[in-house]
């Protein structure tokens, strides 16, 4: 039973980590394609590039984790373990700051709100963009000085069992988790305001589109309607991988053949794979490019045939 449970997580594994590299590198090729044409890039489509690259990255981080945890343990010493953890960090952290990134740019270039605040920033939308990930970068290093402080204390334990340092171990791990709860934290707060904003600013735009007369299919809410789809499908699913990522990391004495930590990092992939065919679907070069591409396979096909 637990072999056959193995097989079926290990190929949804894999088949998630193969479609959401593709559909990152398709997003990658689409815009770099469109840099090299124009000379140029909007910043948006720079944050979906980076944020593409960046998922792809994390993708395979994953598999390889799950290749040296579950498959073969043997080839996973402690120093590749330490580098594979950091590796993932940065990764993480570049993937979830650039989308909160995305869902900021969207609600600055999308709401219309009469606030002078808002005006301002929304002036400046590409300079608050940067700030934000300029921000972001404090976070990135406390977490990895945390989680290297606990990956050595880890490391340690084996060296000798003495209380102080399974205390000093149990410390630097609980300050990983911390950073790690807060690192996540922040960002999902400020993607769900994003997409409170855009829900209100919608409903202020329905309401004066009523009043005048008009009706409710115009591009305006179209353009709010696949803005507040890309962030609320982000938010959801990474409220699964947030979870499921906590759990491991709570769990981390629990033995690593653990049925629940398998199925959790088999749900932790959905979030980096599943929202890059969302992203695809909500950004109109890119869905466009999409379906042109496969125009093209069943042309291929038929002429195969």
Known sequence: MINLLLSILSILLIVQCVLGSSANGFIALVNCIDWVKKHKISCADGILTALAVSRISLLWIIVFHWYGTVLHPSIYSSEVK??????????????????????????????????????????????VVLMILWGSLVFLVFHLAVVSTDEIMKMNVYKGNITW??????????????????????????SLTAVLLLIFSMWKHLKKMHLSGKGSQDPSTEVHLRAMQTVISFLLLFVIYFFAQIISIWNFNIMQNNSVLWICQVLGILYPSSHSFILIWGNKKLRQAFLSFLRQVRCWLKERK
Do not use: G, Q
């Open 165 to 190: 340092e399974s205390k000093l171990r149990d410390i630097a791990h609980l300050s990983n988790v911390i950073i790690f709860t807060l690192a996540n934290f922040i960002p999902f707060t400020m």
């Open 82 to 127: 330490t580098i594979v953890h950091i590796t993932w960090v940065v990764s993480n952290h570049f993937s979830l700051w650039l989308t909160t990134s995305l869902s900021v740019l969207y609600l600055l270039k999308i709401a219309n709100f009469s606030s002078l605040l808002f005006l301002h920033l929304k002036w400046r939308a590409k300079r």
